[in-house]
């Protein structure tokens, strides 16, 4: 299982990276393409806002590339410099993607309300997960049951991942289908966008994927143990 995962870890970071890349080369072909409509990513996303009824969100600038995100517990969507000034198919993506978060919380979507109920658990968790697990591999003859533990911590990250990918992808759909029906892109702007998005999406996927194998391969490891 050792040098299985090796492989499997290599792959998937190699397709992390090569999706990583095509991402980065998609927003920088679609921050190329200026909108006719002429508005900047902070007037899309305030507009979505008010087309789905909402006042109490308040859209602003963040620093910092692909930094932009909505955060619940403030009600805030925040974009980077280049999505919040910016006028472009991109900016628009992006800025309607994040209030699509703001949708979710708006209508009470239960995917986001699952993953924000473990973000408290995945912040604490990711910061002493990998030394658990780590020092429960160094001890598995001795205490076997810290790897148990790291493994119990480390699914809660993974299934923070696995929820995630809805999340992100309903986000996108909203966004995608709002800028369709109000007509506020070209077709070849919307194209663009959903372009974008979809690769964006990818991301998420390939995070999951990666979680995913690293569970099962600290349950072999524990598995293994209790076998021997």
């Excluded at 920088?28 to 002429?38: A, F, I, T, V």
């Excluded at 806002?49 to 995100?69: E, K």
């Excluded at 974009?79 to 993607?97: D, G, I, P, T």
């Amino acid at each position: 299982m050792g040098s299985g995962y090796l492989i499997i870890a290599g792959a998937i970071m190699l397709f992390s990276w090569l999706v990583s890349s095509k991402l980065k080369s998609k927003f920088e072909l679609y921050s190329k393409l200026q909108l006719r409509n002429g508005m900047s990513g902070r007037e899309i996303a305030e507009k979505m806002l008010a087309d789905n009824g909402i006042t109490d969100v308040r859209v602003i600038s963040t620093p910092g590339q692909l930094t932009d995100h909505y955060n619940p517990s403030d009600k805030t969507v925040n974009l980077s410099e280049a999505v919040y000034n910016h006028r472009n198919a991109a900016a628009a993506a992006v800025a309607a993607h994040e209030c699509g978060h703001a949708v979710q919380h708006a209508i009470g979507y239960e995917w986001l309300t699952m993953r924000s109920a473990l973000v408290p658990i995945v912040s604490v968790a990711s910061n002493y997960v990998q030394w658990i697990l780590i020092a429960g591999i160094l001890m598995i003859r001795t205490f076997p049951q810290l790897l148990l533990v790291g493994i119990v911590i480390f699914a809660a990250t993974t299934l923070f991942s696995i929820i995630t990918l809805p999340v992100e992808y309903d986000a996108s759909n909203r966004a995608l289908a709002w800028l369709e029906n109000k007509h506020m892109l070209t077709q070849q702007e919307q194209a663009g966008a959903k372009d974008a998005l979809k690769w964006a999406a990818r991301t998420y996927v390939v995070a999951a994927i990666g979680s995913i194998a690293t569970l099962l391969y600290y349950i072999s490891i524990y598995s293994g143990s209790r076998r021997n």
